[in-house]
């Protein structure tokens, strides 16, 4: 069974940083794209970052580049989002999405979550 | 801000049909991409109700189904039922944005 587990969220001041990790088991963690997505209270999803499964490809959504950082290390089975100079409205819970493998673009398995709340 | 657009709402009466629809633009499912669909109970994380444009993962019910023609892209729930009460999204890749990108949302309530 496919299990992803979100760790690492708390509360930060306004313009402080934090670090998520995800560790994923029962699959082939290396063989898989994984995405970070956000939801605000009360909110839609909004997709946050994507890595590839190698990690030598990566994209971020316009409003967290250069201010957020995705990795992964296929050792550790695990995935990271180092978030910086964070903002109130960024207040959400974050989840980790593996992909879909062959069917490209999905997000075919998700974590339960982590919540990061941004406030002073 | 979302590039898809859902209607914010459907219901429908136990055993009815209803629709959600799912319109973007021609960098998104204009131009090729597939569309996925998410069901996400309260309270709950999402989850993969329907992948390229309407195929099911398995232990999905055969009363989902999706469909894309163009622009647009459609969910279909048959057969309406209590536990159905959730949002839904759907979700393409965009060219333009180098991104994922996700629908509105749609929150189906069961009369």
Known sequence: EVQLVESGGGLVQPGGSLRLSCEGSGFTFSSYEMNWVRQAPGKGLEWVSYISNSGSTIYYADSVKGRFTISRDNAKNSLYLQMNSLRADETAIYYCARGGGAEPRLLAHWGQGTLVTVSS | QSVLTQPPSVSGAPGQ????????????????????????????????????????????????????????????????????????????????????????????TVL
């Open chain 2, 17 to 108: 049909r209803v629709t959600i629809s799912c319109t973007g633009s021609s960098s998104n499912l204009g131009a090729g991409y597939g569309v996925h669909w998410y069901q996400q109970p309260p309270g709950t994380a999402p989850k993969l109700l329907i992948y390229g444009n309407g195929n099911r993962p398995s232990g999905v019910p055969d009363r989902f189904s999706g469909s894309k023609s163009g622009t647009s892209a459609s969910l279909a729930i048959t057969g309406l039922q209590a536990e159905d009460e959730a949002d839904y999204y759907c979700q393409s890749y965009d060219s333009s944005l180098s991104g994922y990108v996700f629908g509105t949302g749609t929150t189906v």
